[in-house]
């Protein structure tokens, strides 16, 4: 089975404070995504990357960067937490281009609370 | 460009009942289509998709939905509700060979006893 781990299940930070939120898939996935999930707006993507180092911004990457070092680790930073940050924020991986049959491999989310 | 409409924020049904969470999306392109669920405090898994080929895909949990092109829709159902269908559905399209996804808003799905 597809393993997709977000370390931290749960975070409460301070506003203006560095966070980091990692996320590993144990699946040899090149593509790999960061979403952000709030109430009644769906999933939005955050940033997306399709190798090491390369990265993609999504549809809301504003004060968000990531990190993809490794093929199987890819991070989203929050350079300084602000409260409109709260949110439910999912990871997830999937094959590409001919091979991908589509699916995302989610993990299973990082509530972050920004006071 | 290509979107997702999930018609109903909130149902809810009878254990025992029909359960209809409908989805209509519009693509330029023939689309890939999904349905995920989201049990609480989880991640979303995938529950069923659409790719080519037989426009009557069944999933897991005795789950189905049908491709109907002509009326731009992907509507999941299921023949009998049971409590532990509560949660949370996503349907989402996406172009193949492109990595963008788009997810709809979301239904919440309570099944009454």
């Known amino acids: 089975d597809v393993k997709v781990t977000q370390s931290s299940r749960y975070l409460v930070k301070r506003t203006g404070e560095k966070v980091f939120l990692e996320c590993v898939q144990d699946m040899d996935h090149e593509n790999m995504f960061w979403y952000r999930q709030d109430p009644g707006l769906g999933l939005r993507l955050i940033y997306f990357?399709?190798?090491?180092?390369?990265?993609e911004k999504g549809d809301i990457p504003e004060g968000y960067s990531v990190s993809r070092e490794k093929k199987e680790r890819f991070s989203l930073i929050l350079e300084s937490a602000s409260t409109n940050q709260t949110s439910m924020y999912l990871c997830?991986?999937?094959?590409?281009?001919?091979?991908?049959?589509?699916?995302?491999?989610f993990g299973e989310g990082s509530r972050l609370t920004v006071l | 460009a290509q979107s997702v409409t999930q018609l109903g924020s909130h149902v809810s049904v009878s254990e025992g009942a029909l359960v209809l969470l409908r989805c209509n999306y519009s693509s330029s392109v023939p689309p890939y289509l999904f349905w995920y669920v989201q049990y609480p405090n989880q991640g979303l898994q995938l529950l069923l998709k659409?790719?080519?080929?037989?426009?009557l895909v069944k999933g897991i949990n005795g789950f189905e939905a049908e491709f109907k092109k002509s009326e731009t829709s992907f509507h999941l159902t299921k023949p009998s509700a049971h409590m532990s269908d509560a949660a949370e559905y996503f349907c989402?399209?996406?172009?193949?060979?492109?990595?963008?996804?788009?997810f709809g808003t979301g239904t919440r799905l309570k099944v009454l006893a």
């Open positions: 990357s399709y190798d090491v180092k390369m990265k």
């Open positions: 997830a991986s999937t094959l590409p281009g001919q091979k991908n049959t589509g699916e995302l491999f």
């Open positions: 659409y790719t080519t080929g037989a426009t």
């Open positions: 989402a399209v996406s172009a193949p060979g492109t990595y963008k996804y788009i």
